[in-house]
């Protein structure tokens, strides 16, 4: 799924920007069986778009069980993607049909569907602009009742591009984007595209639970009201809250992951 061209991959390329560590401040249990491709926290609830056709779920889930309190699916036909809540609906994007579907964040009733060009990959809003991910290295930015494309920007680590911009999630202001195929987060500044630093989550993981290439880190949330963190991958057991820790290192020139 989503391959591109290497040469594109921000593993490829000279960075710039500072890299910061992590520590897990808490641990809370995660269905191995879902394909996370959208992760958003609201009102105590962690709610998750799932990928895979004929397991493409958008679910409200509890936090500290686990438990998913309700669901929808999504037609086979369609794999699922990235999410975001806005304005008492919750948007799902899908990878290669171009539609997106718009749901009732209380009743998960749809509402309507929405269409693009290309792939859809990430979704995240500042309640203003709808942010787009698609793959490659530009984000586009929507117009959030309209969901017309305003704007686009390129996201660069200096003057190299940074490809493979997967899920998002706003995080104080800061754009937040999983690298598809990384361990890394890029923060981006959404008013220019410059990636501001990186958040290594190396070792995040045990590698007991992995079990391939496929599960790889994927899936950002932020409780803004307690400033929390939190942040899983596709079929992990686990959803893990995380603070940010200082600087660690620059980040290394022509650096392979």
Not at 207 to 225: E, S, W
Request: proline share 4%; with cysteine.
């Amino acid at each position: 799924m989503k391959l591109l061209a290497a040469l594109l991959c921000v593993g490829a390329l000279s960075a710039e920007a500072p890299v910061a560590g992590f520590r897990v401040v808490r641990t809370y249990p995660h269905d191995r069986s879902a394909f996370t491709q959208g992760l958003e926290y609201h009102d105590g609830y962690l709610y998750e778009g799932t990928g895979l056709n004929g397991r493409s779920w958008l679910r409200k889930v509890e936090l500290t069980t686990g438990r998913v309190v309700r669901q929808v699916a999504l037609p086979y036909e369609h794999f699922g993607e990235g999410i975001t809540l806005l304005a008492g609906e919750i948007l799902q994007l899908t990878w290669q049909s171009h539609t997106g579907f718009i749901y009732g964040a209380s009743d998960f009733k749809l509402r309507r569907q929405f269409h693009y060009e290309g792939e859809g990959w990430g979704l995240a809003n500042n309640g203003r602009e709808v942010f787009l991910s698609d793959g490659s290295s530009t984000i586009r930015v929507l117009n959030p009742k309209t969901l017309a494309v305003a704007r686009r920007f390129r996201v660069t680590d200096g003057a190299m591009p940074v490809a493979q911009l997967n899920e998002l999630e706003m995080v104080n202001g800061e754009l937040y984007a999983n690298i598809w195929q990384s361990d890394r987060i890029a923060r981006i500044a959404p008013s220019t595209g410059k990636v501001l630093g990186w958040v290594d989550l190396k070792g995040l993981l045990s590698p007991i639970f992995r079990t391939g290439d496929i599960d790889v880190l994927n899936g950002i949330a932020y409780d803004a009201a307690g400033k929390r963190l939190f942040v899983t991958g596709k079929l992990w057991p686990s959803v893990f809250e995380i603070q940010v820790t200082a600087k660690v290192a620059p980040a290394a020139k022509s650096a392979k992951r």
